[in-house]
C-alpha cells in the first residue's frame, strides 16, 4: 500500500501566489517525522522543512511551512510569494522512527510563470 | 559545513559491467543512505549503513551491495548491469540511524547503461 500520496502530478502557478503541495500519508506508527524536498533539473535532493509526528507547531522555514494535519494525515507544503527559482520537483517523504529508511511520494512537478 | 559529496557524477556502462559509486557524507554525520531514482519506480530506498554495518536493506537484487568505511564514506556496487539500473543513484546522511532525523543528500550519481 502507498504510504505517500501527492494527488497533484504537476501546478502551474503564478509568480508570486501562494501555494499549496497537498501530501497525504499513512502510517501506524505514533513516532515518525514528515519531510518535504526540492529537487530541482539539476538532480540533487534539497530538504526543505521537516515536522515530527509530536511538534504541536506546524513548522516554517523561512517561505515555506507544513501544514500539519495529523488527525487526517496530511502534511501539505505552502510556499509564501512564489518565485520563478522554485520551479522544480517536490517530493513529500515521511521517515517512521525506529526505520531507517525514508520513504517518498511520486512528486508534484511545480511550474511558477512570470 | 561540506555537504554530501558523490562521484562520479555521470558514468555510462554497459550490460554485464560492474559499477562502484562513491559517498562522502557530511561531517560527523554517521549514517549514510543509498537510493535509486527512475522516471518509472520514483525513489527507492536501497539501504542504510551506520558504523559500517548495514542497518536496513530495500528489494533490490543481491547484484546491488555496498559499504561503509571507518570514516562514514561509502560506496555502492551493482554487478552484472543491466539496461534498468540506469537510473539517478542518491546518497544522504544523517547523524545517526533510527531516529527520525533529516537526511540530506548528494547530487547524485546518473549512471546510464547500454
Known amino acids: 500500500a502507498q504510504k505517500i500520496t501527492q494527488t497533484q502530478p504537476g501546478m502551474f502557478v503564478q509568480e508570486k501566489e501562494a501555494v499549496t503541495l497537498d501530501c497525504t500519508y499513512d502510517?501506524?506508527?505514533?513516532?515518525?517525522?514528515l519531510f518535504w524536498y526540492k529537487q530541482p533539473s539539476s538532480g540533487e535532493m534539497i530538504f526543505l522543512i521537516y515536522?515530527?509526528?509530536?511538534?504541536?507547531q506546524n513548522a516554517t522555514e523561512g517561505r515555506y511551512s507544513l501544514n500539519f494535519q495529523k488527525a487526517r494525515k496530511s502534511a501539505n507544503l505552502v510556499i509564501s510569494a512564489s518565485q520563478l527559482g522554485d520551479s522544480a520537483m517536490y517530493f513529500c517523504?515521511?521517515?517512521?522512527?525506529?526505520?531507517?529508511?525514508?520513504?517518498f511520494g511520486k512528486g508534484t512537478r511545480l511550474h511558477i510563470l512570470p | 559545513k561540506a555537504g554530501v559529496t558523490q562521484t562520479p557524477r555521470y558514468l555510462i556502462k554497459t550490460r554485464g559491467q560492474q559499477v562502484t559509486l562513491s559517498c562522502s557524507p557530511i561531517?560527523?554525520?554517521?549514517?549514510v543512505s543509498w537510493y535509486q531514482q527512475t522516471p518509472g519506480q520514483g525513489l527507492q530506498f536501497l539501504f542504510e549503513?551506520?558504523?559500517?554495518?548495514?542497518?536496513n536493506k530495500g528489494n533490490f537484487p543481491g547484484r546491488f551491495s555496498g559499504r561503509q568505511f571507518s570514516n562514514s564514506r561509502s560506496e555502492m556496487n551493482v554487478s552484472t548491469l543491466e539496461l534498468g539500473d540506469s537510473a539517478l543513484y542518491l546518497c544522504?546522511?544523517?547523524?545517526?540511524?533510527?531516529?527520525?532525523?533529516?537526511?540530506?543528500f548528494g547530487p547524485g550519481t546518473r549512471l546510464l547503461v547500454l
Open positions: 544522504a546522511s544523517s547523524p545517526s540511524s533510527g531516529g527520525g532525523e533529516t537526511q540530506y
Open positions: 502510517t501506524s506508527d505514533q513516532s515518525y517525522g
Open positions: 515536522q515530527g509526528s509530536y511538534d504541536e
Open positions: 517523504a515521511m521517515r517512521e522512527y525506529g526505520d531507517d529508511k525514508i520513504i
Open positions: 561531517s560527523g554525520h554517521r549514517s
Open positions: 549503513y551506520f558504523s559500517e554495518t548495514q542497518r
